[in-house]
């Protein structure tokens, strides 16, 4: 048997942003869309969108585009997104993880946060939203456990990683979306995601240069 090629992460983060702009379809009452009209919406390739979709599947039919519902609950079950997964975000005492901390957009997705930590004594045990109150980093191993948490966001400044990171191995945690600026690497049980977000603003930087002397992009 041919063993089949997995998905580029790139495909992976394009069905977010489908996932996104067909909800929004949804609303506006349209019940098919083709690939072309999935694409202009967001500055894409149809031959793109098609690709992407084609790594899991034939959703759609030649000559008549997708079912609105059909794509969005493909797309839901192929993120894993119809189970709520648990989230706790370390270093809530922080800016972005007091802002993240409060967001009220992750239970729409099916993500809630269920604890938070730190180690700033100045921080530790005020209460933040409906997580409830901050909890000293050390406490993380027993409480991912006890909880059942899978995903920790790591809000945390560059010279806390390496005691941080001890502490997620410590707690079984399965998955690890990394804010501070360093990288850090999957392991075998913890799947780590690296948000770099000056990286971020140099990639939207590049994408307004092609704008401005006039070269088409995609934006996706």
């Not at 759609?60 to 839901?76: N, Q």
Request: aromatic share 6%.
């Amino acid at each position: 048997m041919v063993k089949k090629t997995p998905p580029p992460q790139a495909t992976i983060r394009r069905l977010s942003i489908y996932l996104r702009c067909i909800n929004g379809i949804d609303e506006e009452g349209i019940s098919v869309i083709s690939s072309r009209e999935l694409a202009d919406r967001l500055d894409l390739n149809p031959a793109q969108v098609r690709k992407d979709l084609a790594y899991f599947g034939e959703f759609g039919k030649r000559g008549v585009g997708y079912s609105v519902l059909k794509l969005r609950d493909h797309i839901t079950t192929i993120l894993g997104m119809k189970k709520k997964r648990l989230v706790g975000i370390v270093g809530a005492g922080g800016r972005l993880g007091h802002a993240l901390a409060l967001y009220k957009g992750f239970e729409k997705r099916n993500f809630q946060v269920v604890a938070l930590f730190d180690k700033d004594p100045a921080v530790v045990n005020q209460v933040f939203g409906e997580a409830g109150a901050i909890h000293h980093v050390s406490e993380m191993p027993r409480m991912v456990k006890e909880l059942g948490i899978e995903i920790l966001l790591l809000c945390i400044p560059p010279e806390a990683i390496k005691e941080v990171f001890d502490y997620v191995l410590l707690s079984g945690a399965k998955a690890v979306l990394n804010f501070a600026p360093v990288k850090l690497s999957s392991t075998d049980e913890v799947t780590v995601h690296n948000v770099d977000l000056a990286i971020e603003l140099e990639s939207l930087s590049y994408h307004l240069s092609l704008r401005e002397s006039g070269i088409p992009g995609e934006w996706v």
